[in-house]
T-cell receptor, first 119, second 109 residues
Framework: GAVVSQHPSWVICKSGTSVKIECRSL??????MFWYRQFPKQSLMLMAT?????????EQGVEKDKFLINHASLTLSTLTVTSAHPEDSSFYIC???????????????FGPGTRLTVL | GEDVEQSLFLSVREGDSSVINCTYT??????LYWYKQEPGAGLQLLTY?????DMKQDQRLTVLLNKKDKHLSLRIADTQTGDSAIYFC?????????FGKGTSLLVTP
C-alpha cells in the first residue's frame, strides 16, 4: 500500500530556532500533500495544501511566513517552522494524495506525525 | 468550512459491538471517511463511503450513512482490546478533509 514517512518523528528545540519537518511518499508520486496540526485531544486542523512545483495554499489564520512549505519533488514536501515559540508545540501530520491509487476515493495517506516541543 | 461533530468518548466491553456516531453539515461532501489513530501515531484509513450509498460493510466494520439527517456511524462488531484508539470521521469537501474531534474508544476486558 501507499506509505508516507515523516522525519523527524519528534524534535525538541529552543525558542527562536527553526525546525524543518520532511514528508515523503515512499512508493508513489504525490502531486498534492497536506499539512495538518493536531493539539492534544483535538481534531486535525488543515494548515496548508502543498502542490508540487507551485506555491502552497494556506488556510485562513495560518501564517505563511511562519510555516514555510516547499514541495520540490513528487515525493517530498517540507514544513519549516521558523522562529519557533512554545505555542508552536504540537503534533504535525502530513498526508499525500496519490492520483494513481486514490482514484475516485480521493484517499489521502497519512504520515506517522512529528511531535514538536519548543522550550 | 464544514462542521463535523462526534461524541468524545465511548467505553465498551470486549466482544460487544461499538457504535461511533458523527454528524456533519456539508451536504456536498462526496466521500465520508473513518480514520483510526493510535497513541502517538498518524491516521489509518479504516473505511470510507461514497455519498450516494446508505451502507457499507467491510469485515467487522459497518458504515451507515443517513444523508437526510447528515448522520454517519461506524459499527465495530466483536470489539477487541486492540480496537482501543481514537476514531475520526471526516468529510471530503473539494480537496480538503474536514475532521471531527475524534471519539476515544476504550475497550475493557
Amino acid at each position: 500500500g501507499a506509505v508516507v514517512s515523516q522525519h523527524p518523528s519528534w524534535v525538541i528545540c529552543k525558542s527562536g530556532t527553526s525546525v524543518k519537518i520532511e514528508c515523503r511518499s515512499l512508493d508513489f508520486q504525490a502531486t498534492t500533500m497536506f499539512w495538518y496540526r493536531q493539539f492534544p485531544k483535538q481534531s486535525l486542523m488543515l494548515m496548508a495544501t502543498s502542490n508540487e512545483g507551485s506555491k502552497a495554499t494556506y488556510e485562513q489564520g495560518v501564517e505563511k511566513d511562519k510555516f514555510l512549505i516547499n514541495h520540490a519533488s513528487l515525493t517530498l514536501s517540507t514544513l519549516t517552522v521558523t522562529s519557533a515559540h512554545p505555542e508552536d508545540s504540537s503534533f504535525y501530520i502530513c498526508s499525500a494524495r496519490d492520483l494513481g491509487t486514490s482514484g475516485a476515493r480521493n484517499e489521502q495517506f497519512f504520515g506517522p506525525g512529528t511531535r514538536l516541543t519548543v522550550l | 468550512g464544514e462542521d463535523v461533530e462526534q461524541s468524545l468518548f465511548l467505553s465498551v466491553r470486549e466482544g460487544d459491538s461499538s457504535v461511533i456516531n458523527c454528524t456533519y453539515t456539508d451536504s456536498s461532501s462526496t466521500y465520508l471517511y473513518w480514520y483510526k489513530q493510535e497513541p502517538g501515531a498518524g491516521l489509518q484509513l479504516l473505511t470510507y463511503i461514497f455519498s450516494n450509498m446508505d451502507m457499507k460493510q467491510d469485515q467487522r466494520l459497518t458504515v451507515l450513512l443517513n444523508k437526510k439527517d447528515k448522520h454517519l456511524s461506524l459499527r465495530i462488531a466483536d470489539t477487541q482490546t486492540g480496537d482501543s484508539a481514537i476514531y475520526f470521521c471526516a468529510g471530503l469537501s473539494g480537496y480538503a478533509l474536514n475532521f471531527g474531534k475524534g471519539t476515544s474508544l476504550l475497550v475493557t476486558p
